[in-house]
């Protein structure tokens, strides 16, 4: 179970998923694992931008959850840094690299119910599949790099979480956004 403190003052749970800043590309490097793929100049600019864009939007998490790969875990820290969260206390999932939808829902239904903003860091496409399953809403395609979107949930608890329960918030990318 994931489990940090804080306490919820009310019934409703804020989920945030997250889809990783732009990264390097592997090329047909034998040597080069995708897992451990970094993000590039314009992918960290992303991710601050982002961030930054959450922050005046006055989001707070209470927990990050990040997949354990690099681009992932990169993108969650400078995310972190720009809403004042610390980074040391991102919780990282191995699942959520190539566990597909499944592994999302997983984590959700493993977060402590003392908790209720969380932000998922993930990858293509599965957080996009994710996202879909929580609505059944068609949110345009595939995530795109940096995005976020934003689901309410409403007396639910986090174990129980499954198909068509979110209410969708808001759908955030660097090219959509302003401020």
């Known amino acids: 179970m994931y489990i940090r403190a804080k306490t919820s003052e009310n019934m409703k749970k804020t989920l945030y998923l997250v889809r990783h800043a732009t ?10 694992r995708d897992f ?3 993000l590039t100049s314009s992918g960290i600019i992303e991710a601050a931008r982002m961030g930054k864009f959450l922050a005046t939007k006055g989001v707070q998490f209470d927990l990050i959850l990040s997949s354990a790969a690099e681009r992932a875990k990169a993108t969650a820290k400078i995310f972190a840094e720009q809403l004042h969260y610390d980074a040391d206390a991102i919780l990282l999932d191995e699942g959520l690299y190539g566990g597909g939808p499944r592994s999302y829902l997983a984590a959700v239904n493993q977060i402590d119910e003392n908790i209720s903003k969380v932000a998922i860091f993930g990858h293509n496409p599965d957080i996009t599949f994710f996202a879909e399953y929580l609505t059944r809403a068609d949110i345009g395609g595939t995530m795109d790099k940096a995005s976020v979107i934003g689901f309410e949930f409403e007396d639910i608890q986090w174990a129980a979480v499954s198909s068509k329960m979110a209410s969708f918030l808001a759908h955030y990318s660097p090219q959509t956004i302003s401020f």
């Open 23 to 32: 990264a390097e590309d592997g090329g047909n490097t034998p040597m080069f």
């Open 36 to 38: 451990d793929r970094e």
